[in-house]
């Protein structure tokens, strides 16, 4: 992690769950965090938990990252008062209750696609431009997928609806990225991390007792494999990584 200390990561959807514990273990290990989250007043209790060194390191911004303004104005803040973006974990996601053929739930489905597909696409294009402006050339995008980005698994009671599509497509966008950056003359890598189930908000209490064989990662392990993917040698950049808890059957 030598060539990142003092260098600056964005994480978003760090309020809770992986996007919070990627924020302590970057900035535990000398990167500048900026955490984005829409729940500002969690980003605080976050930034107050830290020690005193890190917590200097640390910087808060509520931002919703499906909203493209907000997106925009958040980034132009980082190049001016940071110096821009290096790394960024583009980890915010959303999974909604309810069933594609559901009625009247056209805000539900939309707000998935926004956040899920369109939120790390409007923030993967301000980091990398802000890396081309600042001829930045060593970047890294990580992308926060899941299993079922790649294949949907059928879970008895459990309702995935637009999450798996949204996820698919973040898995065909990682591709589609990674072939911009190099037609672009660039270095700057693009890393999908897939995990199975996580022990996160995303998995609610019901689910947790309708199926109690469900094995769960921790979010430490999903930040663990963030810190892995970004500091391998120039010359390696690790497109996929698919990380499942043992023993889960799906």
Known sequence: MDRWLNRVAVVTGASSGIGAACCKDLVAKGMVVVALARREEKLNDLKASLPADQAKRFHTRKCDVSNEKQVVETFAWIDKNLGGADVLVNNAGILRDTFITSPNNS???????DTNVLGVSWCTREAFLSQQRRKVNDGHIVIINSVVGHGVPVIPGFNFNMYPPSKHA??????ILRQEFLTKGTKTKVT?????????EIINDQVRKDHPEFLMLRSEDI???VTYCIQTPPNVQIHELT????????
């Open 243 to 250: 990380i499942k808890p043992v023993g889960e059957k799906f």
């Open 107 to 113: 805000d539900d489905l939309r707000a998935i696609l």
């Open 170 to 175: 973040i898995t065909a966008l990682t591709e």
């Open 223 to 225: 930040a663990d494999a």
């Open 192 to 200: 999908s991390i897939s995990p199975g189930g996580v022990d996160t």
